[in-house]
């Protein structure tokens, strides 16, 4: 039985963002994330999707250390990565690594990429035979050696990118999170990206928690796909059955507007969803379902009553199919 790498435990993360009132007492509080549960197993991709807003940066923000759960675990290989207000122990950052959107903001332009990739190893003390050591990373991700003396504003964006997967790769992680690695790019780098991520992770058996709002890239990159809709997760799937079978109202609304290249993809797709309303401001939740405003399905109890999630029997012989809506086996 393949085990989880990663745990996520009814995580949420608030941020006080301003005060109201007369006296200005009143917090004002955005409920980024609040209450997910997911894991992602060893050596699978772990699509999570959602559109700008949804919380899913503050999950990989918060999985890395940035930010305090404000209730809530994360733990890795079954221990928390919390402890208190100790420091993360360096064993536990080194297999732990992130690649960032935009590689022009996450790479210093005065160092040079071999100090860019140096850096890592001599924060993780990994001290033998560095320059060999920068050489095999950018052999790695099929950037020559001679690279190792240029500076980022020489690189172009795919190869920028490349340095950063590489510098993600310097402390010999198991686990990678992957925020919107491909979204700042040119459409024919994206795809040379993702087969390099997808060699690697052949290659090291590396788990990827992989952060995207693009619904269509997870068809033939993920293992399993999770959406996110202001802070709260709405349905987890395996890819297979998640886009065969896609139960939530708001997935199937994503899914009705993604484009397919095959006519099996076609086929499967939801007839076109208009969604009703705005999305609403992660300030302002509103109350029961968040996503009732713009629900062509809602029913009487969705504006009063939140849903919990369910587990329910996929359609492609596949396990665990879950969904919160009130649709499906609850108040309704
Ligand atoms: Fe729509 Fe109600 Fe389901 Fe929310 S709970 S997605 S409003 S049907």
Not at 45 to 69: C, D, N, Q, W
Not at 237 to 259: C, Q
Request: proline share 6%.
């Amino acid at each position: 039985m393949t085990t989880d790498i990663l745990t996520v435990a009814d995580l949420k993360k608030y941020f006080v963002i301003g005060h109201s009132g007369i006296l200005k007492r009143e917090p004002i509080t955005v409920k980024a994330v609040d209450g997910i549960s997911f894991g992602v197993r060893e050596g699978e991709t772990f699509g999570l999707v959602g559109e700008s807003g949804s919380g899913k940066s503050t999950v990989a923000y918060t999985t890395i250390g940035m930010y305090r759960p404000t209730e809530g675990s994360i733990s890795f290989r079954g221990r928390s990565l919390f402890d208190g207000n100790k420091e993360r122990p360096l064993a536990i950052k080194k297999e732990i690594q992130i690649v960032f959107q935009d590689p022009g903001s996450s790479l210093n332009p005065r160092r040079s990429i071999k100090q860019i990739l140096e850096l890592p190893l001599q924060v993780h003390r990994q001290d033998e035979n560095r320059l060999e050591q920068v050489v095999r990373l950018l052999e790695m991700v099929e950037l020559p050696p001679d690279y190792m003396q240029k500076y980022p504003q020489m690189l172009g964006g795919g190869e920028k990118q490349m340095v950063a997967i590489a510098r993600a790769l310097a402390t010999d992680p198991s686990f990678i999170i992957l925020d919107e690695p491909t979204s700042a790019l040119d459409v024919s780098i994206q795809a040379k990206i993702i087969n390099l991520l997808i060699r690697l992770q052949n290659e090291f058996h590396l788990s990827y928690l992989f952060i995207t709002h693009d619904l269509s890239l997870m068809r033939n990159v993920a293992s399993r796909v999770a959406i996110m809709y202001l802070g709260k997760i709405c349905e987890v799937a395996e890819a297979a059955e998640f886009f065969r079978n896609p139960y939530h109202p708001y997935t199937r609304m994503l899914l009705s507007s993604i484009p397919v290249i095959s006519e099996e993809e076609e086929k499967l797709k939801p007839k076109k969803i208009i969604s009703t309303g705005e999305i609403p401001s992660p300030v302002n939740v509103p109350t029961g379902c968040s996503f009732h405003l713009r629900c062509p399905a809602k029913l009487n109890v969705c504006s009063e009553v939140d849903p919990v999630m369910v587990e329910i029997e996929g359609q492609t012989g596949l396990a665990r199919h879950t969904v919160r809506c009130h649709l499906y086996g609850q108040a309704g």
